[in-house]
């Protein structure tokens, strides 16, 4: 059983920096492919980055390609996403998600916080 709980949200400015966390339970978790996923109001859920369990492998949806780096801290059992360069269009509720059950983008993930607020606005 994993427990994952976000913090990091809150209020920037375009062009502005925020570094989400995300704090799990469980001693296997360093095992398992991790994501980042967001939902802004009136829209589905989608994929933002994810992180392969056992390997380097890396991959990032089109729209925050360059400018969002997610990575994880297995001693510390946190992933975190770095998120520069924020766009009003970036403003959403960010979930993290662990262990998925089909492909990486997809929404079939065993595991999920409970989301925190992200605005990007002036």
């Known amino acids: 059983q994993v427990q994952l709980v976000e913090s990091g949200g809150g209020l920037v400015q375009p062009g502005g920096s925020l570094r989400l966390s995300c704090a799990a339970s469980?001693?296997?978790?360093?095992?398992?492919?991790v994501a980042w996923f967001r939902q802004a109001p009136g829209k589905e859920r989608e994929f933002v980055a994810a992180r392969i369990g056992g390997s380097i492998r890396i991959y990032y949806a089109d729209s925050v390609k360059g400018r969002f780096t997610i990575s994880r801290d297995n001693a510390k059992n946190t992933l975190y996403l770095q998120m520069n360069s924020l766009k009003p269009e970036d403003t959403a509720v960010y979930y993290c998600?662990?262990?998925?059950?089909?492909?990486?983008?997809?929404?079939?993930?065993?595991?999920w916080g409970q989301g925190t607020q992200v605005t990007v606005s002036s």
């Open positions: 469980g001693r296997t978790f360093s095992r398992y492919t």
């Open positions: 998600a662990a262990d998925p059950g089909g492909p990486y983008y997809t929404l079939t993930y065993g595991y």
